[in-house]
């Protein structure tokens, strides 16, 4: 079982920046990657960015590249959400997911590939 606990969220003004961090625990030897998705007001859940916890490969989703990036530091058992240029729309619940090192193949961005969740922080963007 593994626990993830996000944090770095606040209200900020479109325009600024924030840093999201994920601390993993437990049984992290079979991460096989890890992620931000985000639930917008009264919206589904999204998207954000994965990256692979062994390697360098990273994915992204279209309304944040150039803005957002996403690293880890696996000492650390920890990912980290680099958000620059907020906007309004992204204001979100935004939640770190992680994958279990199964199969071969995977769709890095669909929630149901991911195993565990955290409990979410919350990121205001003004405008």
């Known amino acids: 079982q593994v626990q993830l606990v996000e944090s770095g969220g606040g209200v900020v003004q479109a325009g600024d920046s924030l840093r999201l961090s994920c601390a993993a625990s437990?049984?992290?030897?079979?991460?096989?990657?890890m992620g931000w998705f985000r639930q917008p007001p009264g919206k589904e859940r999204e998207f954000v960015a994965t990256?692979?916890?062994?390697?360098?490969?990273?994915y992204y989703a279209d309304s944040v590249k150039g803005r957002f990036t996403i690293s880890r530091d696996n000492a650390k058992n920890t990912v980290y959400l680099q958000m620059n240029s907020l906007k309004y729309e992204d204001t979100a619940v935004y939640y770190c997911?992680?994958?279990?090192?199964?199969?071969?193949?995977?769709?890095?961005?669909?929630?149901?590939?991911?195993?565990?969740w955290g409990q979410g922080t919350q990121v205001t963007v003004s405008s």
């Open positions: 990256i692979s916890w062994t390697g360098i490969n990273t």
């Open positions: 997911a992680t994958k279990r090192k199964v199969g071969t193949t995977w769709n890095p961005y669909l929630p149901l590939e991911y195993d565990y």
């Open positions: 437990g049984r992290t030897f079979s991460t096989y990657a």
